[in-house]
């Protein structure tokens, strides 16, 4: 089993900055892409950015139109970690956040998308 688990999360003013993180563990042999989702209610969920590994599922950052230029994904695989950097923070970001990793499992080796359970942010103008 693989367990992702997001922190960081909280209540901000507009203009303010956050950093999310999301910590995989369990049966992991290695991580391939992952991302951060955001569903605000009454809303779908909906993809912010992600980011590839540089190898199985190749070499990309992408982001929504709606963050560019204002958040930033990373990842440390040393930690299995990711994060999400987020700054010019607006009402409008308002969501619980998500994150997803494609992960390569230790003993079957397959690679499966797992979630975790979000991490609400709330922006206050």
């Known amino acids: 089993q693989v367990q992702l688990v997001e922190s960081g999360g909280g209540l901000v003013q507009a203009g303010g900055s956050l950093r999310l993180s999301c910590a995989a563990s369990?049966?992991?042999?290695?991580?391939?892409?992952v991302a951060w989702y955001r569903q605000a209610p009454g809303n779908q969920r909906e993809l912010v950015a992600s980011?590839?590994?540089?190898?199985?599922?190749?070499?990309?950052?992408n982001y929504a139109d709606s963050v560019k230029g204002r958040f930033a994904i990373s990842r440390d695989d040393a930690k299995n970690t990711v994060y999400l950097e987020m700054n010019s923070l607006k009402p409008e970001d308002t969501a619980v956040y998500f994150c997803?990793?494609?992960?390569?499992?230790?003993?079957?080796?397959?690679?499966?998308?797992?979630w975790g359970q979000g991490t609400q942010v709330t922006v206050s103008s």
């Open positions: 369990g049966r992991i042999f290695s991580i391939a892409a």
């Open positions: 997803s990793a494609h992960v390569k499992e230790y003993f079957s080796g397959s690679y499966v998308w797992n």
């Open positions: 980011i590839g590994d540089g190898d199985y599922d190749g070499d990309y950052t």
